[in-house]
Each structure stands twice: as C-alpha cells, then as structure tokens.
C-alpha cells in the first residue's frame, strides 16, 4: 500500500487501483477538498503488483474486506 496526507485525519480517502496506479500514493493529492485535510491511502489489491495471489480458501471479496480491515486497524488504532 501506499499513502499520502495526514495520517491524523478523520477523513480518509481509499483509492481502489487501476491497471496503471497499482498501490501508488501520489504527493500532491489528486483531490478538491479545499482546506480539508484527509488521509489518503491505496492499498495494492491481492494479486497485483508484489503482491501473493488470492487465496482459494475465502471469496476475493472476503479477502479484500479482511484485509482493508486489518490495513485501516493498523493505520488508524484509535478509530
């Protein structure tokens, strides 16, 4: 994953990749929030980029939920 912004923030933006942006933050934000400060991230989804393949044993959207769960509890523990 990658992220940009403040890491602070209530606000957080969740940048689900293309072909051509897998995991990539970029710096400044791409976004109009005039004055709001938010926490930008952009996870690399399962089977993309360096990422392990998904696995058999779960449904890919339950792997992506389980995952964004975990990636967000680490990023953001008081939340």
């Not at 990658?2 to 990749?17: K, T």
């Not at 400044?28 to 938010?38: E, F, M, N």
């Amino acid at each position: 994953y990658s992220e940009a912004g403040d890491p602070y923030s209530n606000d957080i933006v969740i940048f689900f990749h293309g072909v051509f942006a897998v995991g990539s933050a970029p710096e400044p934000l791409p976004l109009a929030l005039g004055d709001r400060r938010v926490h930008y991230i952009a996870p690399t989804l399962p089977g993309w980029g360096a990422t392990s393949s998904p696995s058999n044993l779960r449904s890919y959207r339950q792997g992506l939920y389980e995952d964004l769960t975990a990636l967000l509890s680490h990023l953001h523990p008081t939340h």
